[in-house]
């Protein structure tokens, strides 16, 4: 069965520092990985993907991911956080081994990330 | 704007009652899933429709169903409500049965049970 985890409820950064909100994932096959960021009373809204190919992925809003396969993680990243970057981001996989039998996406529990100016 | 349209946005009703969400998908999205956010359970998935036919069941109670109407619209029906069933559910819509397409998801409607 897939699996995600997000280890941290709560990431705390300085406006202009670094940000990273962790998620690490457990599949049969390989993954199809996934960012999304929730606003307050609002709907989840995509942020990157990875498919395969390159393992930095670049998305909306400076975000990027970095696909580690050996360590089964999917980290996302930003090199310098906003006040406007507060809110929840959920990590989401889908396991494309053909045996896994669904094309449902798994997510997180969600990382709240607080940037204070 | 995600373009999926959700309503209604808020519904207050009491236990045992039944009511029906509405989910509009983006133009073009031919699946639509739907999912139960809640704060201890975290984001559940539902259910998901490709094109009018169910494809795949998530941890959906028997007192839940939904469906897609030939214009793509779908409804989400929960009947015999319980105080747990207060949540926030979601809809989202895909291009096709969900490979590797990010979903797109509503604003939500955020359901109270008194």
């Known amino acids: 069965a897939q699996s995600v985890a997000q280890p941290e409820d709560q990431v705390n950064v300085a406006e202009g520092n670094p940000l990273t909100v962790k998620c690490t994932y457990s599949v049969s096959g390989n993954p199809y990985l996934f960012w999304y960021v929730q606003y307050p009373n609002r709907g989840l809204q995509f942020l990157l993907k990875y498919i395969t190919g390159d393992n930095l992925v670049k998305g909306s809003y400076g975000f990027e991911a970095e696909f580690n396969k050996s360590q089964t993680s999917f980290h996302l990243k930003k090199p310098s956080a906003l006040v406007s970057d507060s809110a929840l981001y959920f990590c989401a996989v889908r396991d494309t081994y053909a045996g896994a039998g669904s094309y449902q996406l798994t997510f997180g529990k969600g990382t709240k990330l607080s940037v204070i100016p | 704007d995600s373009g999926v349209t959700q309503t209604p946005k808020h519904l207050i009703t009491a236990t045992g009652q039944r009511v029906t969400l509405r989910c509009s998908p983006r133009s073009g999205d031919l699946s639509v899933y739907w999912y139960q956010q809640s704060l201890d359970q975290g984001l559940q998935f539902l259910i998901q429709y490709y094109n009018g036919e169910e494809r795949a069941k998530g941890n959906i109670l028997e007192r839940f169903s939904a469906q897609q109407f030939p214009d793509l619209h779908s409804e989400l029906n929960l009947s015999s409500l319980e105080l747990g069933d207060s949540a926030l559910y979601f809809c989202?819509?895909?291009?096709?049965?969900?490979?590797?397409?990010?979903?797109?998801f509503g604003d939500g409607t955020r359901l109270s049970i008194l």
């Open positions: 989202a819509s895909s291009e096709g049965v969900g490979d590797n397409q990010p979903q797109h």
